[in-house]
């Protein structure tokens, strides 16, 4: 998927967020691949991933709130439901909106705690994969692109099943890790754990997780004129 433009080729799905991140009545943003997203779920529990754009003028979605099963926008207050169609348009309390004011809904899904989309309408052909009870840790942003970390992850002993790779840190902990580009250069990182897990393993698990920043920002920086030099500057001060 190229920065800012809607996946080519079959739909496939891509984890965007941790379930738990996404508590009702909290609209989420999300950038997948330079495209701007919110995440929401209103109080059916159902998630949405919709372009973080209102149809109106524009205001971002994600500075709106969630009333019941509805998304309102922060700006005129226009209403969305879970089909995305306009609902209501205060202005204009007697009038039923026309089904052509939509937002841009996304096909979603929800498994192992995790949120996937397709980043378009399309739904794709199979389900996300099947993760049983993971445990979520925490999302990161790391500062390189998805191709490093993934190579990163592969290079550690990562084992990739479509959107999601399988690895075991030190310590035996078995993790479930999903990434998706975010801003140009940057990948977002959701970690859980492959399991039940109690706190000792989760803190050992965002441990990992920062130390896989790390690692991918420092290698990142080494091949990068001006993040080296940065990387340098900020030693010798
Ligand atoms: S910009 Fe959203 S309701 Fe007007």
């Not at 959107?163 to 990434?179: D, K, T, Y």
């Amino acid at each position: 998927m190229s920065a800012g433009s809607e996946p080519a080729g079959p739909a496939t799905w891509t984890a965007v967020a941790l379930s738990a991140d996404v508590p009702p009545g909290t609209p989420v943003p999300v950038i997948l691949d330079g495209r701007e997203l919110v995440v929401w779920r209103g109080a059916s529990g159902e998630a949405r991933v919709w372009e973080d754009r209102c149809p109106h003028r524009g205001m971002r979605l994600s500075f709106g709130f969630v009333r019941g099963d509805a998304l309102a926008c922060l700006y005129h207050g226009w209403r969305f439901g879970l089909d995305a169609g306009c609902t209501t348009i205060p202005a204009h309390p007697d009038l039923t909106p026309p089904k052509t004011l939509c937002a841009k809904a996304f096909a979603v899904a929800e498994a192992g705690g995790l949120v996937f989309t397709s980043g378009s309408a399309e739904t794709p052909a199979g389900g996300p994969p099947e993760m049983g009870d993971a445990t979520p840790v925490r999302s990161l942003d790391v500062a390189a692109p998805a191709d490093r970390v993934r190579a990163a992850l592969a290079a550690a002993g990562a084992r990739f099943d479509g959107p999601v790779a399988r690895i075991e840190a030190p310590g035996g902990l078995a993790l479930v890790v999903a990434l998706h580009g975010a801003e140009a250069g940057r990948t977002m990182v959701h970690v859980l754990a492959d399991g039940p897990a109690d706190r000792a393993a989760l803190l050992a698990a965002a441990d990992w997780a920062m130390g896989l920043r790390h690692s991918v920002e420092a290698a990142e920086a080494s091949t990068t004129p001006n993040l080296a030099m940065t990387a340098r500057d900020a030693e010798t001060q």
